[in-house]
């Protein structure tokens, strides 16, 4: 089976990346392979479903840039393709007067990377986007939005097929064989043959680069989030979406309330290392990828850095009433039982030899290839313009 591409991973990346190309190429051969029975199965699917603004990302960044780009494509694609989304802003409180400096910070990196609209938001006017919520100073960023990316993802494929792609389930890359003019994609059931292979596997990305021969210097470590939902009548209490000042040593942004565009308010996430790349329940364990990681040098680097902020988060996983006094700092009133467990997700994130967690998206360019190799938030919101990137790289190599 002889393709011009051949895509791995059903994620939203891998699906903007095919559209892309399909639209660069109208006729190229593509064909995309999901290991899994449906697409958008692991970190496209288990995410919250913010449409990000950009306010947190370093200017000039792969992830300010495409974030921005991005978030302007995603909008306009729903609004091209009637998919249901809503710009209703978030709040960035600090909530107490020792988090008003990286407030600060926040708030002249969001007017770097052009966001003019936002605003700060004095003690006495959170009220008035947030009545529940605890604070001494916030940024208001009315960019922030809500969407359901699954069916991103569904509309795209529609769009892929209709252009004249195919896609493919249950097709897991067991084998890739590279040779000087084509690479050769091996699964269970057949062999793809393409001059040009884009590496979309999140997860795993990691592993089929170096399936595919590359000798790489990161490793996907995965980091699972766990979230609650607010009991419906306990809903009133966020109106939007509300988020903590975040660590800026620490690549996850805390507890936070969001709105969920089907009316859920979720609570979470705290940010745990995971036993199982896709290890969704505390009982998910593959003994060979947790000693992988912790063998990482560059993991054992990160938890001797980060032990104490780790054992937190794993105290808040078991423990119940911890996980609700750390979203009591943002709203007091949440108690215990107004929680209730909602779906986990996984992370992939990149961390490198020397201990590095990777901040910015990861992409590296071979003659026959093209690897994603760390693209964790704001990855779904940034997903078109990532897409025409790889799109654009790729179609290079097949002039």
């Given at each position: 089976?002889?393709?011009?591409?051949?895509?791995?991973?059903?994620?939203?990346?891998?699906?903007?990346?095919?559209y892309?190309?399909?639209?660069?190429?109208?006729?190229?051969?593509?064909?995309?392979?999901e290991?899994e029975?449906?697409?958008?199965?692991?970190?496209?699917?288990?995410?919250?479903?913010?449409?990000?603004?950009?306010?947190y990302?370093?200017?000039g960044?792969l992830?300010?840039?495409?974030?921005?780009?991005?978030?302007?494509?995603?909008?306009?694609?729903?609004?091209e393709?009637?998919i249901?989304?809503?710009?209703?802003g978030?709040?960035?409180?600090?909530?107490?007067?020792?988090?008003?400096?990286?407030?600060?910070?926040?708030?002249?990196?969001?007017?770097?990377?052009?966001?003019?609209?936002?605003?700060?938001?004095?003690k006495?006017?959170?009220?008035?986007y947030e009545?529940?919520?605890?604070?001494?100073?916030?940024?208001?960023v009315?960019?922030t939005?809500?969407?359901?990316y699954?069916?991103?993802?569904?509309?795209?494929?529609?769009?892929?097929?209709?252009?004249g792609?195919?896609?493919?389930?249950?097709?897991?890359?067991?084998?890739?064989?590279?040779e000087q003019?084509?690479?050769?994609?091996?699964?269970?059931?057949?062999?793809?043959?393409?001059?040009?292979?884009?590496?979309?596997?999140?997860?795993?990305?990691?592993?089929?680069a170096?399936?595919?021969?590359?000798?790489?210097?990161?490793?996907i470590?995965?980091?699972?989030?766990?979230?609650?939902?607010?009991?419906?009548?306990?809903r009133?209490?966020?109106k939007?979406l509300i988020?903590?000042?975040p660590?800026?040593?620490?690549?996850?942004?805390?507890?936070?309330?969001?709105?969920?565009?089907?009316?859920?308010?979720e609570?979470g996430?705290?940010?745990v290392?995971?036993?199982?790349?896709?290890g969704?329940?505390?009982?998910?364990?593959?003994?060979?990828?947790?000693?992988?990681?912790?063998?990482?040098?560059?993991?054992?680097?990160?938890?001797?850095k980060?032990w104490?902020?780790g054992?937190?988060?794993?105290?808040?996983?078991?423990?119940?009433?911890?996980?609700t006094?750390?979203?009591?700092?943002?709203?007091?009133?949440?108690?215990e039982?107004?929680?209730i467990p909602?779906?986990?997700?996984?992370?992939?994130?990149?961390c490198?030899?020397?201990?590095?967690?990777?901040?910015?998206?990861?992409?590296i360019?071979?003659?026959?290839?093209i690897?994603?190799?760390n693209?964790?938030?704001?990855?779904?919101?940034?997903?078109?313009?990532?897409?025409?990137?790889?799109?654009?790289?790729?179609?290079?190599?097949?002039?």
């Amino acid at each position: 089976m002889k393709y011009d591409y051949v895509i791995i991973g059903g994620g939203i990346v891998g699906l903007a990346s095919a559209y892309h190309i399909l639209k660069l190429q109208p006729h190229a051969k593509l064909v995309l392979l999901e290991k899994e029975p449906a697409l958008a199965a692991h970190q496209t699917g288990h995410n919250s479903g913010v449409i990000h603004s950009g306010i947190y990302y370093k200017p000039g960044s792969l992830k300010a840039k495409n974030c921005l780009d991005g978030y302007n494509m995603m909008v306009d694609f729903c609004a091209e393709h009637g998919i249901k989304f809503d710009l209703c802003g978030k709040l960035i409180v600090a909530v107490n007067d020792d988090e008003l400096p990286e407030l600060e910070k926040l708030y002249n990196r969001g007017h770097e990377n052009g966001l003019t609209k936002i605003t700060y938001v004095n003690k006495e006017q959170i009220a008035d986007y947030e009545p529940h919520l605890n604070g001494v100073k916030a940024i208001h960023v009315p960019y922030t939005g809500i969407i359901d990316y699954t069916e991103v993802c569904e509309k795209l494929a529609e769009l892929v097929t209709n252009m004249g792609g195919d896609i493919y389930l249950n097709q897991k890359a067991e084998d890739i064989i590279v040779e000087q003019d084509y690479t050769q994609i091996v699964t269970p059931f057949n062999t793809f043959i393409t001059s040009t292979l884009v590496n979309c596997a999140g997860l795993y990305c990691d592993k089929v680069a170096e399936l595919a021969g590359e000798k790489i210097d990161t490793k996907i470590i995965p980091f699972r989030g766990e979230y609650f939902m607010l009991k419906p009548e306990k809903r009133y209490l966020v109106k939007n979406l509300i988020y903590p000042v975040p660590d800026p040593n620490f690549p996850f942004l805390g507890v936070h309330f969001t709105r969920m565009i089907n009316g859920d308010i979720e609570a979470g996430p705290n940010a745990v290392f995971a036993f199982k790349r896709e290890g969704y329940l505390k009982s998910d364990v593959d003994l060979e990828e947790m000693f992988e990681s912790l063998a990482w040098p560059g993991f054992q680097k990160v938890a001797a850095k980060y032990w104490k902020t780790g054992i937190g988060e794993f105290y808040r996983s078991f423990s119940k009433s911890a996980f609700t006094k750390a979203l009591q700092r943002l709203i007091p009133e949440v108690q215990e039982d107004d929680l209730i467990p909602a779906e986990s997700g996984v992370r992939a994130q990149a961390c490198d030899r020397s201990g590095g967690l990777l901040d910015d998206f990861k992409i590296i360019e071979r003659a026959n290839a093209i690897h994603v190799l760390n693209a964790p938030s704001p990855a779904a919101t940034s997903s078109l313009s990532i897409g025409k990137t790889i799109a654009d790289l790729a179609v290079k190599k097949n002039r």
